[in-house]
């Protein structure tokens, strides 16, 4: 036989050779067609940061280029010891079961193959039926329908992560290395993809919570911003120190949710004192109870590092290296930790704005220090203003004092030298008038004396003389003689009455004008209220057309008291003036009511005088007015005030008495009333006046 080869060998050995080069051009466009896949499932991976699309994404196009029935990505979940997973995303062909809603339970898998997939090994399983496994297991697969399958482990670092799972349920498979090394790939570009979005997760999850945390950070600034506005505003509106104080600790208090918040402030040798708080529930307070702090290092430092404008803040009183006794006396003050800002007046150290922490140690944030530090200048400055405008306050009080004062000093020099005009002009009367009066009544006793001797003459010539005369008989018929005998004698004693009447009234005017004692003289309270009565009498009988004011006096046993006489007189003037004016305004008030006047209201005036229990001399000067309301009451001896219609009162008379009475004499002008009952002015004045005691012009 021939060595060559024949032609249908040769035809043969080219089908071959085509078939091989037909089947290899199939694996390289197979392999082609995976890389291009490959390419665009990792494309699409690292382009996506939603695990849903990635899950979705990989399975899809897995099952497409590896053409199998079902391909599904299974996720252990964590904490189970990968006893317990479910399928996240799957592709499936139709007609096939999906594995979506099961929550997959197999302890069989933990034991057989957990420990494999973690070292990262692939498990490739033509036929089920053939491959050795547990019967647990192939129920398990049996389950979801899986003939073949391809199990690639998803491993995010170390961790497993879960399972790419690709399945062939319609018949066996033998899977090509390529399958293989594809899915693998596949696995690991998802495993990739799981860290880039884990990690870009925890990025976002940190730059949120940053964000979160600036946000909550910018929140708290702004919050405390708005509060502290809200405490200076506050603040400033105030002008009491003590609401400022209780203002400022009620809201420090709150905003840093401390335990307590004080005020302490400095005394002059820089010892200090807990002015205010605000103290929560369950903390014993500090204000009136703690003793006057002695703190050496304050005293002999006056003020320390607080002088300079520092603030001080300490977390935990037991690990800030104080001294055994300053911890002691923090511990006094239940203490554990404290926030300290200083409180300047102007460019001195008043005192110290405190927030204690109680229960626990803190740690005090910097804005919250300084959040009381702004609180500190605040209460500062509005103790600077507070002060400025007690000090206004006070020089207005004392301006509108001195206005009074003047007021009432020009008024009662007004009113003095009305009365010294007075004075003077009744003196002048009383002087002018006494001369003819005393030249009248030294005369009267001489006209008596010749009236009776011609009486007398005449009676005699009546009596001796018998022969009548027509002439004088006529004439004696025309005067009347007889009349002219018997009135004449009375009109003498009326001449002489009036004459003493006369002189009783100069006496009285110049009693009453004390133009010679303006000092301190010795009188008799009785004679210069009988002197004031005796001027008002005109008053008296004319006070209405059917009544006269009767006058009741119910005078005492009283010792002559020392007095200004004049001054003294003013006042009885202007009482029985004022109860004159009521009586009178009373009986218009009956009168147009239409009130019928009976006994008991007839005017009258009470004039009782008394030694009372404390050696006062009292006098009290009643009438039937119409008296005095409460208001009235209160404000009758207030200068320019008065009960009287307008033009027919000044509200003078009875300011000015209250200030003789009291300023001048140390005695006392009160009044008792009751509206519709009339009123009583009481006035108290001591048997000897001690000069020293009394206010003098």
């Known amino acids: 036989?021939?060595?060559?080869?024949?032609?249908?060998?040769?035809?043969?050995?080219?089908?071959?050779?085509?078939?091989?080069?037909?089947?290899?051009?199939?694996?390289?466009?197979?392999?082609?067609?995976?890389?291009?896949?490959?390419?665009?499932?990792?494309?699409?991976?690292?382009?996506?940061?939603?695990?849903?699309?990635?899950?979705?994404?990989?399975?899809?196009?897995?099952?497409?280029?590896?053409?199998?029935?079902?391909?599904?990505?299974?996720?252990?979940?964590?904490?189970?010891?990968?006893?317990?997973?479910?399928?996240?995303?799957?592709?499936?062909?139709?007609?096939?079961?999906?594995?979506?809603?099961?929550?997959?339970?197999?302890?069989?898998f933990g034991s057989q193959f957990a420990t494999h997939y973690r070292q990262g090994q692939i498990q490739a399983v033509e036929d089920i039926y053939q491959a050795d496994l547990s019967d647990c297991h192939l129920e398990f697969l049996k389950k979801f329908q899986v003939r073949a399958n391809l199990i690639v482990p998803v491993l995010k670092g170390s961790e497993l992560w879960g399972l790419l799972c690709i399945h062939q349920c319609q018949n066996p498979r033998q899977w090509q290395p390529s399958d293989i090394e594809f899915a693998r790939k596949i696995a690991d570009h998802f495993a990739l993809a799981l860290q880039q979005t884990e990690y870009l997760e925890?990025?976002?999850?940190?730059?949120?919570?940053?964000?979160?945390?600036?946000?909550?950070?910018?929140?708290?600034?702004?919050?405390?911003?708005?509060?502290?506005?809200?405490?200076?505003?506050?603040?400033?509106?105030?002008?009491?120190?003590?609401?400022?104080?209780?203002?400022?600790?009620?809201?420090?208090?709150?905003?840093?949710?401390?335990?307590?918040?004080?005020?302490?402030?400095?005394?002059?040798?820089?010892?200090?004192?807990?002015?205010?708080?605000?103290?929560?529930?369950?903390?014993?307070?500090?204000?009136?109870?703690?003793?006057?702090?002695?703190?050496?290092?304050?005293?002999?430092?006056?003020?320390?590092?607080?002088?300079?404008?520092?603030?001080?803040?300490?977390?935990?009183?037991?690990?800030?290296?104080?001294?055994?006794?300053?911890?002691?006396?923090?511990?006094?003050?239940?203490?554990?930790?404290?926030?300290?800002?200083?409180?300047?007046?102007?460019?001195?150290?008043?005192?110290?704005?405190?927030?204690?922490?109680?229960?626990?140690?803190?740690?005090?944030?910097?804005?919250e220090v300084e959040l009381l530090t702004q609180i500190g200048e605040q209460i500062g400055i509005a103790l600077q203003q507070a002060e400025y405008v007690q000090k206004i306050q006070t020089q207005s009080v004392e301006l509108k004092q001195l206005l009074q004062e003047l007021q009432q000093s020009?008024?009662?020099?007004?009113?003095?030298?009305?009365?010294?005009?007075?004075?003077?002009?009744?003196?002048?009367?009383?002087?002018?008038?006494?001369?003819?009066?005393?030249?009248?009544?030294?005369?009267?006793?001489?006209?008596?004396?010749?009236?009776?001797?011609?009486?007398?003459?005449?009676?005699?010539?009546?009596?001796?003389?018998?022969?009548?005369?027509?002439?004088?008989?006529?004439?004696?018929?025309?005067?009347?003689?007889?009349?002219?005998?018997?009135?004449?004698?009375?009109?003498?004693?009326?001449?002489k009455l009036g004459a003493d009447r006369i002189r009783q009234i100069v006496l009285s005017l110049r009693n009453f004008s004390r133009l010679d004692e303006s000092e301190l003289k010795t009188v008799d309270v009785h004679e210069g209220i009988d002197s004031t009565l005796l001027i008002l009498g005109h008053r008296l009988k004319n006070c209405s057309d059917r009544y006269q004011v009767e006058v009741v006096k119910e005078y005492g046993e009283l010792p002559l008291i020392e007095c200004y006489p004049a001054q003294l007189n003013q006042v009885f003037m202007n009482l029985l003036a004022n109860a004159l004016d009521a009586i009178e305004e009373a009986i218009s008030l009956r009168k147009e009511d239409n009130v019928p006047q009976d006994n008991s209201q007839s005017p009258k005036i009470w004039i009782s005088t008394k030694l009372n229990e404390r050696d006062q001399v009292e006098i009290r000067i009643r009438d039937t007015g119409m008296g005095l309301d409460e208001a009235s009451k209160s404000k009758i001896f207030e200068h320019f005030f008065t009960t009287k219609p307008v033009g027919k009162g000044t509200g003078l008379g009875l300011a000015i008495s209250k200030k003789i009475i009291v300023e001048k004499h140390c005695g006392t002008l009160a009044v008792d009333s009751v509206s519709g009952q009339g009123a009583e002015f009481i006035i108290g004045l001591p048997v000897k006046l001690n000069c020293e005691t009394c206010i003098q012009d």
């Open 202 to 367: 925890q990025i976002r999850s940190q730059m949120l919570a940053q964000a979160q945390v600036q946000a909550a950070a910018q929140e708290k600034a702004l919050s405390r911003q708005k509060a502290l506005v809200k405490i200076v505003s506050k603040i400033r509106q105030l002008l009491d120190l003590s609401e400022i104080c209780e203002t400022a600790t009620e809201e420090v208090r709150h905003l840093l949710a401390a335990d307590r918040a004080t005020i302490y402030r400095f005394n002059t040798d820089w010892s200090g004192d807990f002015l205010f708080e605000s103290v929560a529930d369950g903390w014993k307070p500090l204000v009136g109870v703690s003793p006057t702090i002695e703190d050496t290092y304050l005293m002999e430092t006056q003020g320390g590092r607080y002088a300079a404008h520092e603030t001080f803040a300490i977390p935990d009183i037991y690990t800030a290296g104080h001294a055994d006794c300053h911890v002691a006396l923090l511990e006094q003050f239940q203490a554990r930790a404290y926030a300290i800002a200083p409180i300047f007046q102007g460019n001195v150290l008043w005192g110290l704005l405190t927030a204690f922490q109680n229960s626990m140690p803190r740690n005090w944030d910097a804005d």
């Open 1 to 108: 036989m021939s060595d060559l080869p024949t032609p249908n060998g040769q035809f043969t050995a080219l089908q071959q050779t085509a078939q091989q080069l037909t089947t290899h051009a199939e694996k390289i466009c197979q392999q082609i067609e995976q890389q291009k896949t490959l390419i665009s499932i990792t494309d699409q991976i690292r382009s996506s940061l939603n695990l849903e699309l990635i899950f979705q994404t990989t399975a899809t196009e897995a099952r497409r280029l590896l053409n199998a029935d079902r391909v599904g990505v299974f996720r252990f979940i964590p904490g189970t010891g990968c006893k317990e997973g479910e399928f996240v995303s799957e592709d499936v062909v139709s007609g096939f079961a999906s594995a979506m809603a099961v929550k997959v339970q197999d302890g069989c």
């Open 410 to 495: 020009q008024i009662q020099l007004i009113q003095n030298e009305k009365m010294a005009s007075l004075g003077q002009l009744v003196a002048g009367v009383a002087h002018e008038i006494n001369n003819p009066v005393n030249f009248i009544y030294g005369n009267l006793k001489h006209v008596h004396e010749y009236v009776t001797d011609l009486l007398k003459l005449v009676s005699l010539h009546q009596q001796h003389n018998t022969q009548s005369h027509d002439e004088i008989e006529s004439w004696a018929e025309e005067i009347d003689i007889d009349f002219i005998l018997e009135d004449l004698p009375k009109t003498l004693s009326s001449m």
